[in-house]
């Protein structure tokens, strides 16, 4: 861990820390530090961009930038390793820096960058946390982002016991306390969505109308929003595998009530008409759930090995 350090002395008694992930966003990059610069003139900042294996010169925007300030900070990781690695170096990277605050946010400028100073402001020695929730209402969003969000929300929170609010996203600040919190208690594979309001810190939302996109297309496609999901389920519930054992009790129960059925009407002397429809159909039936509480084990023993490993979460091949 490198020696924590002070934030240069500026205008204001408060100082914030901004950690912005990156991924094939070069368009944004001067954008994003120009608006910073305007809406955080009143503030000690310093800003750390975590390039995620780039394919494009996002790197180089990144390191024109800090050539032309200071308080601009780069990351580079070897190859893409997610969003949430990213927000994990850069949480990692900004516990060696003393600030008031601690602020995720997206480079893209979707998270509106003018209400950070109100999110700073409303951490205090009760509120550790101020989470920013997404207002979608007259946004044009596709039918099936829509759906998948919400749904994933809802089974989120039944299975895990969590509550996660609809529009819940990774723009949020945190105080030191919160962000050691992480520090010391953050898995491998992070979903702080999730770890958050499972700490049961004190939070206070935000609601914010997100900005639409002036350079670029989201690279969170849909693939990765099911292994975030997916992601986020296992490693915050349990509940899957009782689900397994559900499943398998009620095909246990079933089969021993065919059988009973069959040795009933053996003992009457009834004819069956014997076919391969409703064997198949059995075999089908065992067969398929038996696979469905293997997969679910398999996932779950997969999670705990990833988890053991001792490879890092993310390699950094250069900073600036």
Known sequence: ???????????????????????????NIQAFVHEVKIHLSDYSWMVVIIDDGSSDNTWKEI?????????????????????QAAIKAGVEWASTIEADAYVMLDVDLQ?????????VEM??????????RRNDEGRKISFVKKFTSAMFYKVFTLLSGIRIEGGTSDFRALDRFALDFIINNIDKDAFLRGMLPWS?????????????RVNGVSKFTMRKMCNL????IIGYSTRPLYISLVLGSLCLLLS?????????????GKETAIGWAS????????????????????IYLGKMFTELKPRPAYVISQTV
């Open 229 to 232: 999901a997916m992601s986020g």
């Open 63 to 83: 390191e024109r930038s800090a050539g032309e300030d200071k308080r601009v900070k780069g990351i580079r990781f070897s190859r893409n390793f997610g969003h």
């Open 200 to 212: 049961g810190l004190q939070t206070e939302e935000l609601c914010y109308f997100p900005k639409e």
């Open 256 to 268: 021993l009530m065919y059988f009973a059925y069959v040795v009933i009407i053996l003992a009457i």
């Open 1 to 27: 861990m490198e020696e924590k350090r002070n934030m240069p002395e500026l205008q204001s008694a408060k100082s914030i820390v901004l950690i912005t992930p990156a991924y094939n966003e070069e368009e």
């Open 279 to 298: 064997t198949i159909a059995c075999i089908l039936g065992l067969g398929g759930t038996q696979l469905l509480i293997l997969g679910i084990m398999g």
């Open 123 to 132: 951490l205090n020695d009760e509120v550790h946390i101020v989470q920013g």
């Open 111 to 119: 998270h509106p960058i003018d209400l950070v100073p109100q999110m």
